[in-house]
């Protein structure tokens, strides 16, 4: 059937209707064990510490890690910036009022020169107090008023001509309040013009009265250039290696102990929230994306299947469960390997290649992992599906193990090389030890987990049918030994059977070996059923009932057989339901040739339960259809296809099927591959004589 829009839709709607309180139970109570173990490693080993204390005992990292050093960063950007001058902005308007303010004085001065009326002291009070002089310097008042007018012509002179160069310079405020930076300067210049001392010492006093500062701070610029100058400082990175002391017993916390336990997550503080919060988050993410996987690749058969769903999320948390253990003593020793292994095993490659490959990536991102650590992982993640897509028995299992562990060698050496992290692991003999645990202890801890789930909770593997599909299986041999009959029909029904499963997308390996024990149960007495004798059997000398009892049997000695031979619980489902509650016709037939009046033909039925797999359903029908078809005179194309059609009918008339959740779509396809398979296996040859038979091809 096409894909389109709709049947997206409807699959979706079918997706979400499997889950029940049951599954949802199980998802719950995986995300609280996910979140909790996520969160010990957030919170595990808080320490409350502040600038100052004392260290009560030596802390050492769990992890590598690369961080960013923000206090010795910061410390280089607040160097750099206190190197950046500030930045002025001259007013060309202060020299214009300096000049006129001096012009101002001269004209006063010359005023009171020239003023009659005026005493000396008089005069002299004036003059003092326009330049605003202690009494002290009275004699620079007395010099004003009494110099002849060439020199007083000087001293404006020599005073507007350094304060110009001055202020065309730039006056800062500060150079005026600390007069004796600028003094020796005023002094240099004015000896340049004139040297006598009573000259330098009035025109230093005026230039001091009527300077002004013409520089203020160019705020912007200055900004500008302080940043300009932080952000060229290169940040300062900085590394832990796993298992370095990060605070030594007794010494005072400075702020880089603190910032190094902020980049390792270890620092109590304010922002606990957000540690719960990303572990909420991964724990979400994690669980989602599986759910997410389980619906794009169609694999919604381990929701039905609860045993397998529980499993699923159990293998999810132990994935976590084994990051948080071992990750604190080596990043190497995770054994992602395990959990691959059992995901392939037990469901398949295509979901096994999503759910390892992501949970890794956001298990290694959520527990600070090196990126290229990360990435040797994930690559010797894909080559192991690889590998365990193509097996056959354990001991091809155990050998893909051996190479999967070299192949996670070779990743592991040579992408960590290629990284600054290589360089912070100096003991490369450690590494390669870590690395050989890693590998061989994921190995045997997975194929100590299939063995535990296989015997005690009845979980089947490909590896378990691959083991029991071997003809040289104890039962399988006793088969071919007493019952070589029905071990032939076992063989053609597996054929016919596996093809139609596969034709609807079910396990052809597990509905083989279900046909190649569907009826081991007739190694007890195999000699009363007609596939094993020539020509009759010792029912034919039993009363009907007796008869019935008889065939019936072989479902129970079957049972008791796979108990025996602990053959896995869903092996022993096709052998107690491939007759469901079916009747023995011919038997039925007989009594009531004896009996007309006989209706009642519960003890010619089969006790059942009927089919309540599709797996069970598809040999219970091939079981039918091979034996009908074995017993047709002329197995043309057109007999074979009404007979297949027949027997469908008559097992969907006596509801052998209302337990099966087939679909009329699935049974159309089912019927067609039925037809083939018997088609093909039933197909007349051309008939050659000795001679033609071995004549050189002439073409």
């Known amino acids: 059937m096409e894909s389109s829009p709709g049947s997206s839709t409807k699959n979706r709607i079918t997706f979400i209707s499997q889950f029940d309180s049951k599954r949802l139970y199980v998802v719950l109570i995986n995300l609280i064990l996910i979140f909790a173990t996520i969160s010990t490693y957030y919170f595990t080993n808080k320490l409350f510490l502040k600038e100052g204390d004392l260290a009560l005992s030596d802390f050492f990292s769990p992890v590598t890690i690369r961080y960013l050093n923000k206090i010795k960063t910061e410390e280089l950007k607040k160097k750099a910036e206190s190197k950046i001058p500030i930045s002025y902005i001259i007013d060309p308007m202060v020299l214009d009022t300096v000049m006129q303010d001096l012009d101002n004085f001269r004209f006063l001065l010359i005023s009171n020169r020239n003023n009659k009326l005026k005493s000396d002291i008089e005069k002299k009070n004036e003059v003092s107090r326009l330049l605003s002089l202690s009494p002290d310097q009275g004699k620079i008042s007395t010099f004003f008023l009494t110099t002849d007018e060439k020199t007083l ?140 996987f389980l619906w794009i690749t169609n694999k919604s058969v381990y929701i039905k299947k609860f045993e397998y769903f529980v499993l699923l999320n159990f293998l999810l948390f132990l994935s976590v469960l084994s990051v948080r253990i071992l990750s604190p003593i080596s990043q190497y020793l995770v054994p992602v390997l395990m959990v691959t292994t059992l995901l392939v095993i037990f469901f398949d490659v295509t979901l096994a290649y999503f759910v390892s490959s992501f949970t890794v990536l956001i298990l290694f991102s959520a527990f600070g992992f090196d990126m290229s650590l990360t990435i040797a992982y994930v690559l010797t993640i894909l080559t192991s599906i690889f590998l365990l897509s193509n097996f056959r028995k354990y001991s091809d299992f155990i050998k893909n193990g051996f190479t999967s562990t070299f192949i996670f060698l070779v990743f592991t050496f040579s992408i960590t090389s290629l990284s600054y992290e290589s360089f912070l692991h100096s003991d490369k003999l450690l590494l390669l030890g870590f690395i050989m645990i890693n590998g ?39 088969l071919f030994e007493t019952a070589p009959g029905t071990y032939q029909h076992s063989v053609m029904l597996a054929n016919i059977s596996s093809h139609a499963g596969e034709a609807i997308g079910l396990d052809p390996l597990l509905i083989r070996v279900g046909s190649y024990y569907h009826d081991i149960g007739k190694t007890i007495s195999a000699f009363n059923f007609t596939e094993n004798s020539s020509g009759g059997n010792l029912l034919d000398t039993m009363n009907p009932n007796e008869a019935a009892d008889m065939i019936k049997k ?105 337990e099966s959740d087939l679909t009329f779509q699935e049974l159309e396809k089912i019927t067609q591959s039925f037809i083939f398979s018997v088609d093909s296996l039933y197909h007349s040859r051309v008939s050659y004589t000795m001679q033609e038979s071995i004549q050189p091809d002439s073409r």
């Open 554 to 658: 072989h479902i129970t000695d079957g049972l008791l057989l796979a108990e025996k031979f602990n053959l896995p619980q869903i092996i022993q489902t096709f052998i107690q339901q491939h007759h469901g509650t079916s009747r023995i016709s011919f038997l039925f037939d007989s009594a009531k040739k004896a009996c007309p009046d006989l209706t009642d033909d519960t003890p010619f039925r089969y006790i059942g339960p009927k089919p309540s797999s599709k797996e069970v359903s598809i040999v219970m029908l091939a079981d039918s259809i091979e034996a009908a078809t074995r017993s047709l005179e002329t197995r043309t194309i057109d007999h074979i296809t009404t007979t297949v059609h027949k027997v469908i009918t008559f097992k969907l008339r006596d509801n052998q099927l209302s």
């Open 153 to 292: 012509t000087l001293l404006f002179t020599i005073s507007k001509k350094v304060l110009t160069t001055l202020l065309q310079r730039g006056v800062r405020e500060i150079d005026i309040t600390e007069y004796n930076v600028l003094s020796k300067s005023i002094e240099e210049k004015i000896k340049l013009e004139d040297s006598r001392d009573q000259i330098l010492q009035v025109v230093s006093v005026l230039i001091r009265k009527k300077i002004r500062f013409n520089m203020s701070i160019d705020e912007e610029t200055t900004l500008r250039s302080k940043i300009e100058a932080r952000e060229k400082i290169v940040p300062i990175i900085e590394d832990i290696i796993q298992n370095q002391r990060i605070i030594q017993k007794g010494q005072k916390i400075t702020p880089d102990d603190l910032e190094k336990l902020k980049a390792l997550g270890l620092l109590s503080s304010t922002q606990d929230w957000f540690q719960w919060l990303k572990a909420g988050f991964y724990s979400m993410l994690l669980l989602l994306l599986m759910l997410y």
């Open 440 to 478: 061989i202890g994921s190995n045997l801890l997975a194929l100590g987990l299939i063995v535990i789930l296989e015997y005690v909770w009845n979980f089947v593997t490909p590896l378990r049918l691959f083991e029991l599909s071997d003809p040289n299986a104890p039962l399988l041999r006793k």
